[in-house]
């Protein structure tokens, strides 16, 4: 049988896993992060009327450019995000993870490095293994902030060409104030520009208000943000960005032509008309995330304060027995390798009564 490494691939993918969150068949699955509530019928009837109207035109190329559905995001930012933005300044893709991986083919690649705090979403030194680029694992502190000091001082030194910066964090939760942005931005522009990604996936989630308002006077500072998460739309695949028009223009140079289709398209316009009932759904999982906080500190849990639809809770002796002892309880929650720490997305308060009982149950037996 022939193996991966038996074929000419590229040295640097040898002996290399892919990204893959199991995807069990078990009564509650919270381990990635979704969004539990399927999008309301009227969103559904829109939707099939809107793709209805793009088959009709699917003989030809969808708009390339995107512009009305780039107008209703920026519409969306300026109601939602604190800061006016134009069609201009906003670019979509195929999920945020294809954003990503259009801003490192842009300003990463061979002979450049990317930086990121770590633990931290781990798609964004896969993507730069994948586009070539160097990583860089910054520091966090044991309480999973930033360590500003420590992070400027890794920029200083390595001078990386790209700066990841998560928040709200994943897999930990926390998110990043607009003070140390600011200062890592200034860090990354000291040795001739670099570009700071300011991943906002989990944004709507927040106690704080958006990070959007910095990219104004900042041209080499870009907010990354998709559906997946608030919009409740993971299967849809659709993620963008805000930024000064240059960057935009600047990743025309490697987006594949037509790369969104018309489908997409038509599903992201019906659900940006559907942003309050979307947004309904943001705050009742806000409020369990409070819920699901509160009780696993009661139980007796170290939990790391989370502004985003999922919570870090431990010190488990060993992770993946404490996984697999949560598994046999029939409910799926995520280890990260964040030693002694696991993740559990918020579901709705039925899957969240159940994950709260097979914490309590297995914590006597597998804490440290
Ligand atoms: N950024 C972060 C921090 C994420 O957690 C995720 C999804 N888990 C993404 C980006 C990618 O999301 P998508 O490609 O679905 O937009």
Known sequence: MTRIDDLPIRDELRGKSPYGAPQLDVPVRLNTNENPYPLPDALVARIAERVAEAARGLNRYPDRDAVELRTALAAYLAKTAG?????????????????????????????????????????????????????????????????????????????????????????????????TVVALYDAAQERGPALVVIDEAYGEFSHQPSLLPLIEGRPNLVLTRTMSKAFGAAGLRLGYLAADPAVVDAVQLVRLPYHLSAVTQATALAALEHTDTLLGYVEQLKTERDRVVRELTAIGYQVTASDANFVQFGVFADNRTAWEAILAHGVLVRDLSVPGRLRVSVGTPAENDAFLDAARAVFKEHTA
């Open 83 to 179: 800061h006016a933005v134009t069609p201009e300044q906003v670019w979509a893709a195929n999920g945020s993870n294809e954003i990503i991986q259009q801003l490192l083919q842009t300003f990463g690649g061979p002979g450049r490095r990317a930086i990121g705090f770590e633990p931290s979403y781990s798609m964004h030194a896969l993507i730069s293994r994948g586009t070539g680029t160097g990583w860089i694992s910054g520091p966090r502190r044991d309480d999973f902030t930033i360590d500003l000091a420590a992070a400027v001082a890794e920029i200083a030194e390595r001078r990386p060409e790209v700066v990841f910066v998560c928040s709200p964090n994943n897999p930990t939760g926390t998110a990043v104030s607009a003070e």
